[in-house]
């Protein structure tokens, strides 16, 4: 809104400016005596027109000064030319009333007819989910929740790796060393040991490995009892993966389909690149060579004649071209597969298929405090599933030393939205192609930039609302002092800051968003009277402002995957 005045500004100011590169770039002032929102926008209109930013300024500010909107009470330059705009209280006040009454859709955008797909967290059949895997989980959900509350169709799907010579190995173990009583038992556990014992027995028998490739055959040529092992593990993997979802409360995919789902497709789409001169054969394997090397050259045969990964991904892709019709791809993918992704899409681009955007939602890993990939003390992969559960654990202990008198069924519900919660804002509160070091102190600190923080806040303003006996329609829409005033300029960025989640495809930027909403709660509390103010209009009007800020602080958590609770 602002924005608009400022942009109908320049265009009455300077007709001929072309506004559309015109970068407003408004933002909060770094204190409240430079106003509630600022933008350095004459800096960036003196390189077009050679005039000062100062004098650019003075003539935007006189031109809002004389047409000024009701929004703003005043406007003014500070330093070599920024302009600090003041909200008018009647408008904060305004907004406050319309915030809570659309307190269900405040931020969210209309249904756009846009449709995208969110590919995560890709479950591998026949192994268990290693801590890496919390990443695509967590930043891929959260991205869908955004997508969804911004008005696109989202589709959530869990590209399931269930193909491929693994399975060979799997199999080939299963039928030396395998006992279906230990399998039906733990299923992952049981497959996962299978797998790792062959491969060290690989290691002093190589011939092992052309079983393993013997049985993937048969599995590939429709073996019956290598599809019925193979139908067995999958459907034992995807029920554990799905038991895990459901603990860290993954909203519900729409397509779970498998690289299986295009295994025959994939010979056809070499033998068609093959005849469209798109790939070569080079030492018996197929490749796709491309201009000046950039990206490098792809395989999509080996010379043994088996597919790949890559192989099964463009029919994958032309089937949800196909099938979906959708506007943008997101694969949640970590950085390590950065160069299957510039393959991908250069292939892609070479076949034409580019009715949607395709992009690489890429993310580091998780590290321990040497800034190595997070090991178990055995050197082995950490599970996901035993971080949760551990985290679940901190967390009970915790609330047993903070709030002895939860019990029961509240107390676990509690400890698993807590340990939960702090694990999903630990890796969302970062940018999210960096690595994150793992610290448990950090991820369960209650005073820090931390998700136990952030739902001790809304359980605290709970409190305070229960206590007042607040209700809506008791609601008074009244700023007095700073700390209200604060956090109600907070608010209105709500919809700014999802925008520039979508436009980044990075949740920290609201996870920033609702820890300073978070702060600004906090300070409020310290220095301003609620309930004991004898002054019911005044008091009446905090608790409002409460209210609306505890109900802004949900729906962001909810964006996150975050469960708020009541007490702690």
Not at 465 to 482: H, M, P, R, V, W
């Amino acid at each position: 809104m602002i924005e608009g005045y400022l942009h109908n500004a320049i265009r009455s100011l300077w007709p001929d400016a072309d506004i559309s590169v015109v970068d407003i770039a408004l933002a909060p002032a770094e204190r409240a005596e430079f106003g509630d929102v600022a933008t350095p926008v004459a800096f960036r209109l003196a390189k077009m027109t050679g005039t000062s930013p100062r004098e650019i300024a003075a003539m935007i500010v006189e031109h809002l000064s004389n047409n000024k909107p009701a929004e703003l009470d005043r406007i003014e330059i500070a330093g070599a030319g920024y302009i600090n705009l003041f909200y008018s209280k009647e408008y904060l006040e305004s907004r406050l009333a319309y915030i809570l009454s659309h307190a269900d859709s405040y931020g969210s955008g209309a249904n756009n007819g846009k449709r995208v797909i969110v590919e995560y967290p890709s479950t591998n059949v026949a192994k268990a989910m290693h801590v890496g895997h919390s990443r695509t989980s967590f930043i891929g959900d959260s991205l869908a929740r955004l997508y969804a509350f911004a008005g696109y169709q989202v589709i959530r799907w869990d590209y399931i790796g269930d193909w491929g010579t693994g399975f060979g190995k799997v199999i080939a173990a299963y039928k030396k060393w395998g006992s279906r009583s230990e399998l039906e038992a733990t299923p992952v556990d049981t497959m996962l040991a299978l797998y790792v014992r062959f491969t060290a027995a690989a290691k002093e028998d190589p011939k092992l490995e052309d079983e393993a490739r013997s049985e993937f055959a048969k599995l590939e040529q429709g073996d019956t009892e290598n599809r019925e092992l193979w139908k067995w593990f999958r459907e034992e993997t995807l029920k554990e993966s799905q038991r895990l979802y459901d603990l860290i409360g993954l909203q519900p995919f729409h397509v779970s389909i498998g690289e299986a789902f295009f295994a025959d497709e994939s010979k056809k789409f070499v033998s068609e690149m093959l005849e469209k001169g798109i790939a070569t054969r080079s030492e018996g394997a197929v490749i796709v060579k491309f201009p000046d090397d950039v990206p490098p050259v792809a395989m999509l045969e080996k010379s043994d004649g088996s597919t790949l990964y890559l192989t099964r991904d463009i029919p994958n892709l032309q089937y949800r071209l196909r099938e979906y019709q959708p506007d943008k791809i997101l694969y949640v993918v970590a950085n390590e597969q950065a160069l299957h992704f510039e393959q991908l899409f250069a292939i892609a681009k070479m076949l034409g298929l580019d009715s949607a955007k395709l992009e690489h939602v890429k993310f580091g890993l998780i590290v321990g405090a040497d800034h190595k990939k997070l090991s178990s003390r055995t050197g082995g992969s950490v599970l996901f599933k035993d971080v949760v559960e551990e985290a679940i654990t901190r967390a009970r202990d915790i609330i047993a030393q903070k709030n002895p008198t939860l019990g029961g069924e509240e107390k676990e519900r509690v400890a698993r939205a807590i340990g939960i919660g702090a694990l999903k804002y630990n890796d969302l509160k970062e940018y999210r192609t960096g690595d994150i070091v793992f610290d448990w102190n950090r991820v369960l600190d209650f005073s820090g930039n931390s998700g136990p923080y952030l739902q001790y806040t809304f359980a605290r303003t709970n409190s305070i609302l229960t206590k007042g006996d607040f209700y809506s329609e008791d609601a008074a829409f009244e700023i007095s002092n700073i700390y209200e005033r604060t956090i109600t300029v907070h608010l209105l960025r709500l919809q700014e800051v999802v925008d520039r989640c979508l436009s980044d495809n990075a949740p920290h930027h609201l996870a920033l968003y609702l820890y300073e909403l978070a702060n600004h709660i906090n300070a409020f509390y310290e220095h301003v009277r609620v309930l004991d103010d004898a002054d019911q209009a005044a008091r009446s009007a905090r608790l409002t402002i409460l209210k609306i800020a505890s109900l802004v602080l949900a729906r962001g958590l909810h964006l996150l995957g975050i469960d708020v609770v009541e007490r702690m």
